[in-house]
C-alpha cells in the first residue's frame, strides 16, 4: 500500500495551494481519506476528512471555509484544495486512508487512530 502526497512548498500568506495524494495497493473507492497536519513542536492533528463517496466530508474549525476536499475515484487520488493560507498552516502535511466499506459511503472518521495506512507527508509553509 501506498500513498503518496505531492504539492506542497513555500507560499504567501493568501495563496492558495493543491495537495494530492495518489493511493495505490488498496481498493480506494473503499477508503475514506483523511488529512491531517502536524507543525514543528506541536501534535498531529485532523485537517479535514471526505468519505467514500465524496459526497460527505468534513474539517477541522482552523480550516473550515478554506480548504477543502475531493478525490477522484477513478484516478485513486484525494485532493485537498487550501485558499487564504495563513502562516499557522505551516506544517507536514499527511493523507490518510480508512476502510470503511462497512459503515457506509457517507461515513468518514475524524481521529487519527481510525487510519490504517499513511502517505510520508508533504511540507507547506506559509510566509508572512
Known amino acids: 500500500v501506498q500513498l503518496q502526497a505531492s504539492g506542497g512548498g513555500l507560499v504567501q500568506a493568501g495563496d492558495s495551494l493543491r495537495l494530492s495524494c495518489a493511493a495505490s495497493?488498496?481498493?480506494?473507492?473503499?477508503?475514506?481519506m483523511g488529512w491531517f497536519r502536524q507543525a514543528p513542536g506541536k501534535e498531529r492533528e485532523f485537517v479535514g476528512a471526505?468519505?467514500?463517496?465524496?459526497?460527505?466530508?468534513d474539517f477541522a474549525d482552523s480550516v473550515k471555509g478554506r480548504f477543502t476536499s475531493s478525490r477522484d475515484n477513478a484516478r485513486n487520488t484525494v485532493y485537498l484544495q487550501m485558499t487564504s493560507l495563513r502562516p499557522e498552516d505551516t506544517a507536514v502535511y499527511y493523507c490518510?486512508?480508512?476502510?470503511?466499506?462497512?459503515?457506509?459511503?457517507?461515513?468518514?472518521?475524524?481521529?487519527?487512530?481510525?487510519?490504517?495506512?499513511w502517505g510520508q507527508g508533504t511540507q507547506v509553509t506559509v510566509s508572512s
Open positions: 490518510a486512508a480508512a476502510y470503511t466499506y462497512l459503515y457506509g459511503r457517507h461515513y468518514y472518521p475524524t481521529t487519527a487512530d481510525q487510519y490504517s495506512y
Open positions: 495497493g488498496i481498493s480506494f473507492p473503499d477508503y475514506a
Open positions: 471526505v468519505s467514500r463517496s465524496g459526497g460527505t466530508f
